[in-house]
Antibody, heavy 122, light 110 residues
Framework: QLQLQESGPGLAKPSETLSLTCTVS??????????WGWIRQPPGKGLEWIGT???????YYTPSLKSRVTISVDTSKNQFSLKLNSVTAADTAVYYC??????????????WGQGTLVTVSS | FMLTQPHSVSESPGKTVTISCTRS????????VQWYQQRPGSSPTTVIYEDNQRPSGVPDRFSGSIDSSSNSASLTISGLKTEDEADYYCQSYESINLVVFGGGTKLTVL
């Protein structure tokens, strides 16, 4: 059974870069059966997909954030990371990392981290 | 495309409720639909994947379907329990591996 844990600062300043890491345990991030994703949820609002990475390094981003987002993977540490630059208050949210079991354009998020609240404020 | 869900639904314990998820463009059958349950303060969990499949541990009171005529997916929960009160999100894909979530539906069991 996979376990995912987000880590990183809970506070980011406007115009700076938000950085989070997701550590995967209980399985290999190099598994060909999984994609790895970041999803966020602003307070009181719905889920918003940010992006996905495959162990090979292939990435897919939501169009609205594509210019500000980078997702990377470190297979040696069994981790993947999120960087979101030029943040504003609108980026305040609970950020989840999740594993997606399945193939290209299919599959479901079977394991989620507990989520970490990132607040953007000066 | 967008996935549109009702903002909220409510029903009494023991009854049956159906939550819809309408795809704005493209065929609903083009990509599988998943449904996630999110209780307050918790991470989402999958209740339906690949249109109508239940993960192990999800009671058979939960079922999913798609309707090509209305271009929508539905989550049906029968024999409602107070523990089913939660937010429910549908999710599907663009053909280029992009993920789309619906806006979520708040289910109240009263």
């Amino acid at each position: 059974q996979l376990q995912l844990q987000e880590s990183g600062p809970g506070l980011a300043k406007p115009s700076e870069t938000l950085s989070l890491t997701c550590t995967v345990s209980g399985g290999s991030i190099s598994s060909s059966s999984y994609y790895w994703g970041w999803i966020r949820q602003p307070p009181g609002k719905g889920l918003e997909w940010i992006g996905t990475i495959y162990y090979s390094g292939s990435t897919y981003y939501t169009p609205s954030l594509k210019s500000r987002v980078t997702i990377s993977v470190d297979t040696s540490k069994n981790q993947f990371s999120l960087k979101l630059n030029s943040v504003t208050a609108a980026d305040t949210a609970v950020y989840y990392c999740a594993s997606r079991k399945g193939a290209y354009s299919s599959g479901w998020y079977d394991y989620w981290g507990q989520g970490t609240l990132v607040t953007v404020s000066s | 495309f967008m996935l549109t869900q009702p903002h909220s639904v409510s029903e009494s314990p023991g009854k049956t409720v159906t939550i819809s998820c309408t795809r704005s463009s493209g065929r609903i059958a083009s990509n599988y639909v998943q449904w996630y349950q999110q209780r307050p303060g918790s991470s989402p969990t999958t209740v339906i994947y690949e249109d109508n499949q239940r993960p192990s541990g999800v009671p058979d009171r939960f079922s999913g379907s798609i309707d090509s005529s209305s271009n929508s997916a539905s989550l049906t929960i029968s024999g409602l329990k107070t523990e089913d009160e939660a937010d429910y999100y549908c999710q599907s894909y663009e053909s280029i591996n992009l993920v789309v979530f619906g806006g979520g539906t708040k289910l109240t069991v009263l």
